[in-house]
């Protein structure tokens, strides 16, 4: 099942959206299990807070500039959480991922990470302005100081060491200068790109019955009929062998006896049409349209056998073909000549 993805700015309710989302999957797949039965889908939640990651990863307003991009803090957490989704990511599992997400190569990697397990994978963008997010985090701060300071410094310490419930505490404030960077560095999903498509947007100013639309909306995409089906990079399957031994042994050897065959067929007027058996018994045999007024030499016959070789040698061209055995190699090889020859003519 799919993995979603939550994307936003610090302190634009990613995690109110979540746990809504949460609910209301909840309430769909009770729905579609009847009693007795196993839930056909298992569903997980999983967020800085549940795994105990603290903010302060993502400062970086105290690091010096030329290392930031190095932050070894902020990549540790990233695996954390990598690590989390790859444990639960399956067909039968809904992974709600709530985090900042503010890295386009970040949601990229979760996409792929998905597309390998052939589950689909989308964005829940939430929408909620700078300023707004601003006020929202200030307030939370202003909460902060007042807590600490009616509370003592036992309290104050246990928050400088990231105890005391901030690490798992969804409505702890940043830092202001963390605040900033983590909105000036924030990449906002852009629907074009694959890996940020399908994006559903929910807007702060959503109450929860359109909220819940988006949410039908992203259920009917990822989990209903509709579903795209998800196949995995093809570039990255591979490809079978067929009983004659190695595929590229097998190419070279089924070319080279289609190149022989012209070369003791042909006649010295040109313009013959050379029979080329495909290798399967009963079947119906090619057939090589030479070009009429010349001989086609070796020379020219195995410039193209060349240039055949190197394109299929990496696959170009045969991603929808899983196997490409002696019929089908001769079978593609003879329309590469006829399309050769036809445009010489």
Known sequence: ?????????????????????????????????????????????????????????????????????????????????????????????????????????????????????????????????????????????????????????????????????????????????????????????????????????VIWEDDADQARKVFEQLWDAIAGEGRKIIKPNQATEQRSRDAGGDYLYTLDRETQDVVKRILDQQSDEGGDEISISRGDSGAEALVVELPAGKKVGLPQLQRLRRAYLALNRGGIGLESVKNMGPPQIRESFVGYLNDAFEKDS
């Open 1 to 201: 099942m799919p993995m979603i993805i939550v994307s936003g700015f610090p302190t634009s309710g990613k995690s109110t959206r979540a746990r809504q989302l949460y609910q209301y999957l909840e309430e769909r797949i009770a729905a579609a299990t009847t009693t007795g039965t196993t839930p056909k889908y298992r569903l997980h939640l999983i967020s800085d807070q549940s795994l105990s990651i603290h903010r302060s990863v993502y400062d970086l307003s105290s690091v010096p500039a030329h290392v930031r991009s190095a932050n070894a803090s902020e990549k540790d957490a990233r695996a954390t959480i990598y690590g989390a989704v790859k444990r639960v990511l399956s067909d039968k599992d809904i992974v709600i991922l709530d985090g900042l997400n503010y890295i386009k190569g970040w949601r990229y990697q979760l996409h792929c990470e998905a597309k390998a397990m052939r589950t689909p994978s989308c964005i829940l963008q939430i929408g909620c302005s700078k300023d707004k997010s601003k006020e929202v985090n200030d307030a939370r701060l202003r909460r902060q100081a007042e807590q600490l300071s009616a509370a003592g410094t036992d309290l104050a310490a246990a928050a400088d060491d990231g105890g005391g419930g901030a690490a798992t505490d969804p409505e702890a404030p940043y830092e202001p200068a963390n605040w900033e960077n983590l909105v000036f560095r924030y990449e906002e999903p852009n629907p074009m790109t694959r890996w940020d498509s399908p994006l559903f947007p």
